[in-house]
């Protein structure tokens, strides 16, 4: 029996170097799951079947490796090449054995806090970043808002945030990323390759978002998609930390006013605090 002998890394990079993948961006809760559901309804193969739920790939090797490497995110622009090397060969891998027919990707939130490595891979990676309102994501647990995860204490740490209350924390570890990501994207990502989008649009008209997407990415809507997508939503959800205590909202925006308002979902001449009905009354307009 003769010898089996894989690519090299610099077959590795070569290759992914050459693909366009489909990088879902966005902090979990923030609409990630149902964006990665209309996006495998237009036929771009994302690894995950109905099995899971979350749409997150569903093998187990790439969600924990993507774990493990999102622990070395706070690397700057340039990611270090042994980190590189360690990212391009999971996702290789891993697109080894869903074999895409045509277009694929991924959605897994962890991959927010990574765009400078997907940027370095993947030159030209198409991205679908989505935002939700900061005061609702305050009150989500998360991995990066969770101190009793390894990375949720160095995000949390790194913002000195750790012995906040949970909805601060939830709050700031928001800010931080999406901030980061946005950051990044204005001094290192082709306009022509993003599409900003909201959890607020989608939720109010899934399948007009839909078509943005596909347009974005010059593939047909099925009309399989249309129906699929049609109720698939839930517009109660925007907004929904109109529930919670005022005075705890009045102090979420007090902390990450700036960011709300970068994005938003407060007014340019907001003081950060006291406006906590602002985005009940209206659903978001798409990022610019």
């Not at 027919?101 to 765009?115: F, I, N, S, V």
């Amino acid at each position: 029996m003769g010898w089996f002998w894989g690519p090299s890394a610099v077959e590795i990079r070569d290759f992914l170097a050459a693909q366009e993948p489909v990088v879902l961006m966005g902090r979990g809760h923030s609409g990630t799951r149902v964006l990665a559901y209309a996006v495998q309804a237009l036929g771009v193969n994302l690894g995950f079947t109905e099995r899971m739920a979350s749409g997150d790939p569903e093998d187990k090797r790439f969600r924990r490796g993507m774990a493990k490497l999102a622990r070395r995110w706070d690397v700057g622009d340039t990611p270090p090449e042994r980190d590189l090397r360690k990212f391009r060969k999971l996702v290789y891998q891993w697109y080894q054995r869903i074999r895409p027919a045509g277009p694929w990707g991924w959605k897994y939130p962890e991959t927010y806090l990574m765009a400078p490595h997907v940027h370095a891979t993947f030159p030209r990676a198409r991205y679908l970043h989505i935002v939700r309102d900061g005061r609702d994501l305050a009150f989500k647990r998360h991995r990066t808002n969770d101190p009793t995860t390894q990375l949720g204490r160095m995000v949390l740490s790194k913002i000195g945030a750790v012995d906040e209350p949970g909805y601060i924390r939830g709050a700031v570890s928001w800010a931080y990323q999406v901030d980061l990501y946005a950051d990044f994207a204005a001094r290192a990502l082709p306009p022509d390759r993003t599409l900003d989008l909201t959890f607020e649009e989608l939720c109010a008209d899934p399948v007009g978002v839909t078509r943005r997407v596909a347009a974005f990415l010059s593939l047909p809507v099925p009309d399989s998609a249309v129906q699929f997508l049609s109720g698939f939503t839930n517009p109660d959800k925007i907004a929904d930390h109109r529930v919670r205590l005022p005075e705890r909202i009045q102090a979420v925006e007090a902390r990450i006013g700036p960011t709300l308002r970068r994005f938003g979902y407060l007014p340019a001449d907001s003081s950060g605090a006291g406006d906590a009905a602002h985005a009940a009354e209206q659903v978001r307009r798409p990022l610019a």
